[in-house]
C-alpha cells in the first residue's frame, strides 16, 4: 500500500478549479468521470479522496509493521526490558571475546605505542543501536520486544597518527537474486523442499583478520568490574579480535569463515560466477544459498 503526501506525484486528482483554465483536458476529464465507464471513479469519489484521508492512512499501523522503531536514548535509559536487551548484547560479546579484555589500554596509548614501534594500527569506535520490534502490537503481545546490536563505527576509524584509516577493501560477495531464486524452485520440485535459517550473531563467528584494530569502549559495555571500580585508563581500548558488525571487511572475512565450515562437511561451490552458493552430491542433493546481509 502507498499512501500519498503533498507533492506525492500519485495524490489523489484535483478538481477542474484547481488545475486552472490552462488545464485543455479538463472538461472531456470531467465528462468521463460520470459517463458510467468503470476505468474512472465518479467525481464524488475522487473528492471524498482527500490529501487528508491519504495522509491519514501512512500514520496508521499498517505502513509501520515491517519496520522496527528505533528507540532514542532518553527511552533506553528509562525501560527497563531495553535495558535488559542492551546487557544481554554486551554480555554476549564479552563471553565469545569479540575484543580481548586481557589487554586493555588508553587511546593514546595505542597510537603512541604503534608509532614508537613503526607499526601500523587501526582505532575505532563501538556504539549500540536499539530498536523495538514489533511496535505497532499491543503493548501486552510478547511479539513485541526489545532488540539492542552493538556495531563498530566504520565511517569513523583512524590510524595510528590519528589520520583516517586506510582499508583492504575486500569487498563481500552475498548470492545473487538468481541464485537465490533458483534454490527456491530447486526446493518446490517433487520430493524436495526449502528451508530458512538465521545464524546467531553470524559475523562474530569469524576472526578478524588484516591490520591489527583496537576498539574504544563505550561506558554502557564496561564490565562490571570496571563499572564499579574504575576502568583501568582514560578511555580504554581493546583489540577487536572477531568480525563486528559495522567493520568494512567484516562480510569478507565472515564468507570465508562460512566457506570453510561448509566445506569441511562435504559442500562444494556451485560456480564461480554464483558466489555464496554451495551444493552437496549423492543421494540426497542440497542446495546452501548463503546471505552475508544479517
Request: aromatic letters at 10%.
Amino acid at each position: 500500500m502507498q499512501a500519498a503526501s503533498s507533492g506525492d506525484e500519485t495524490a489523489a486528482p484535483c478538481t477542474s478549479d484547481e488545475l486552472g483554465s490552462d488545464f485543455s483536458g479538463t472538461a472531456a476529464n470531467d465528462s468521463d468521470c460520470g459517463s458510467g465507464d468503470d476505468q474512472w471513479p465518479s467525481r464524488s469519489d475522487l473528492d471524498e479522496r482527500s490529501h487528508r484521508q491519504l495522509q491519514g492512512l501512512a500514520s496508521g499501523p499498517e505502513q509501520h509493521a515491517a519496520v522496527a522503531r528505533s528507540v532514542p536514548r532518553s527511552e533506553l535509559r528509562a525501560e527497563a526490558k531495553a535495558q535488559a536487551a542492551m546487557k544481554k548484547e554486551w554480555g554476549n560479546l564479552w563471553g565469545q571475546k569479540v575484543c580481548d579484555d586481557s589487554v586493555v589500554k588508553s587511546w593514546g596509548t595505542v597510537g603512541w605505542e604503534a608509532r614508537r614501534r613503526g607499526t601500523y594500527v587501526h582505532l575505532g569506535r563501538l556504539f549500540g543501536i536499539c530498536v523495538e520490534k514489533g511496535s505497532e502490537l499491543p503493548a501486552d503481545d510478547e511479539r513485541r520486544k526489545y532488540k539492542y546490536r552493538v556495531v563498530f563505527q566504520g565511517n569513523r576509524v583512524m590510524d595510528q597518527d590519528f589520520q583516517k584509516a586506510q582499508f583492504q577493501d575486500l569487498g563481500s560477495a552475498p548470492a545473487t537474486m538468481e541464485s537465490s531464486r533458483t534454490c527456491i524452485l530447486y526446493g518446490l520440485l517433487p520430493g524436495k523442499k526449502v528451508e530458512q535459517a538465521d545464524a546467531m550473531q553470524a559475523y562474530v563467528q569469524a576472526k578478524l583478520g588484516g591490520t591489527e584494530t583496537w576498539v574504544e569502549i563505550p561506558e554502557e559495555g564496561w564490565p562490571e568490574d570496571w563499572k564499579e571500580n574504575g576502568p583501568p585508563c582514560e578511555r580504554p581500548c581493546c583489540r577487536l579480535i572477531q568480525a563486528l558488525y559495522g567493520h568494512p571487511d567484516s562480510g569478507t572475512f565472515w564468507e570465508k569463515h562460512a566457506d570453510k565450515a561448509l566445506k569441511s562437511i562435504g559442500f562444494e561451490p556451485i560456480a564461480e560466477s554464483w558466489s555464496s552458493c554451495y551444493l552437496t552430491r549423492g543421494t540426497a542433493c542440497t542446495w546452501y544459498c548463503m546471505s552475508t546481509t544479517f
